[in-house]
């Protein structure tokens, strides 16, 4: 089955400063990646999502960028926030699935 | 717009004991999944329903049985808990199985076994 992993599995970094958490991915078949936020005590919430067919897409401050040929795909927060400090998940489908699966967690944590 | 709700937030229960975790969603959506979230592991699923009438086993379904009662609840039964199965436990729907239409999630069940 897919396997997918997630480094680092804590960031910290200033407030204002760039982050980026990478994830691989086994399985060449998939073709859905999305990246989840979680806060504490909270579920995980889409943050930005990216289809195979396109090799970076951007909304605001973040940005996820994939490499079908290397099967990785990451994350890039830029002037990074207080309020961005949270658990962050990549996650991939294989085409025709039903199942997400899931790196286990980058802890972010941004310095004011 | 409440999205996924559900409930209990929290449960302790003893060894051996049964208990039903509630999931209900207003968003119309086709497709409900059950994941556990454990320290260091990620989201694993558990069982899922493509569809209102349809149940299929994920990655770790032992000791867990589901009921999509209608195409809003979805609910996760454990027969005879174990100390194993504490963990936080994550509702989620989706529009349809197939197509790359994002899952959301509820904010989950923490339960603990003693």
């Known amino acids: 089955g897919e396997n997918v992993e997630q480094h680092p599995s804590t960031l910290s970094v200033q407030e204002g400063d760039s982050a980026v958490i990478k994830c691989t991915y086994s399985?060449?078949?998939?073709?859905?990646f999305p990246w989840y936020k979680q806060e504490l005590g909270k579920g995980p919430q889409l943050i930005i999502d990216i289809r195979s067919n396109v090799g970076e897409k951007k909304d605001q401050r973040i940005a996820v960028t994939l490499n079908k040929t290397a099967k990785h795909f990451s994350l890039h927060i830029t002037e990074t926030q207080p309020e961005d400090s949270a658990v962050y998940f990549c996650a991939a489908r294989r085409a025709g699935s039903y199942q997400l699966t899931f790196g286990k967690g980058t802890k972010l944590s941004v310095i004011p | 717009n409440a999205g996924v709700t559900q409930t209990p937030k929290f449960q302790v229960l003893k060894t051996g004991q049964s208990m039903t975790l509630q999931c209900a969603q207003d968003m119309n959506h086709n497709s409900m999944y059950w994941y556990r979230q454990d320290p260091g592991m990620g989201l694993r699923l558990i069982y899922y329903s493509a569809s209102e009438g349809t149940t299929d086993k994920g990655e770790v379904p032992n000791g867990y049985n589901v009921s999509r009662l209608n195409k809003r609840e979805f609910s996760l039964r454990l027969e005879s808990a174990a100390p194993s199965q504490t963990s936080v436990y994550f509702c989620?729907?989706?529009?349809?199985?197939?197509?790359?239409?994002?899952?959301?999630f509820g904010d989950g069940t923490r339960l603990s076994i003693l």
């Open positions: 989620a729907s989706s529009e349809a199985p197939h197509s790359n239409q994002p899952q959301h």
């Open positions: 399985d060449s078949a998939s073709n859905y």
